[in-house]
């Protein structure tokens, strides 16, 4: 299957993934994987075939998981307006908003309780003016009110500003932060890893489907 799709391929796609397929495998350089990022058609469904061939040899297995998790966007007001994103708004723009913390929690609440989420995402905009230990606060009641949930939270520019706003390092300002209920990066839940979880604690993971 994998040998007729790749036949399917354009000869300069085919040649990249018999590379990347060879034992002990060659790393591609990045003007090759952006080639493969352009693949169409008969290329794609090669660069598909060849994923999914890796992904078999590899500890990954055929059983993928997933967690139900809710994002919630606390703020749209941001100083950065960096351009990424299409909500933000400026402070003083009408349609600017800041949640109160009550209502971040009552989010991640709803989230748990009504549709089963074992995660909590909370990213938003950079509000000017903002105090610095916000985002302690918002984590930490959200800790306080669900301490089983993993609280996934602050992406790097925010973590960066709200070093900036309590005039501390970004390496003190990760350690408030985790203080306060910031989750560390989840395990990677596997076939393989589920034994030892078990072990340290529940898995988090609701579901687990059968990669077909
Ligand atoms: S920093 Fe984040 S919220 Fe602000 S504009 Fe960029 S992507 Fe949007």
Do not use: W
């Not at 890796?54 to 967690?67: C, H, I, N």
């Not at 076939?191 to 078990?198: E, H, M, N, W």
């Amino acid at each position: 299957m994998l040998d007729r799709t790749l036949t399917q391929a354009t000869k300069s796609v085919a040649a990249i993934l018999d590379r990347a397929l060879a034992y002990g495998g060659q790393v591609i350089t990045v003007s090759e994987g952006a080639q493969l990022l352009r693949a169409r058609g008969g290329d794609l469904r090669a660069v598909a075939a060849a994923a999914d061939e890796l992904r078999r040899r590899s500890s990954v297995g055929d059983v993928v998981t997933y967690a139900v998790n809710r994002n919630i966007n606390f703020t749209n007001a941001c100083v950065k307006r960096c351009g990424f994103c299409a909500f933000s708004r400026t402070g003083v723009d009408a349609e600017a908003y800041l949640l109160p913390i009550d209502e971040i929690v009552r989010r991640a609440r709803e989230a748990t309780e009504t549709y089963g989420a074992t995660e909590v995402c909370v990213q938003a905009g950079l509000p000017p003016g903002m105090r610095g230990t916000l985002y302690e606060e918002i984590a930490a009641a959200l800790k306080a009110a669900l301490p089983r949930v993993h609280l996934h939270a602050f992406s790097p520019e925010e973590v960066v500003y709200g070093a900036r706003r309590s005039g501390c390092s970004v390496g003190a300002f990760v350690e408030r932060l985790r203080d306060a209920g910031v989750s560390r990066r989840r395990r990677r839940c596997r076939r393989r890893c589920r034994r030892r979880c078990r072990r340290v604690r529940p898995c988090t993971c609701r579901s687990v489907l059968p990669a077909s």
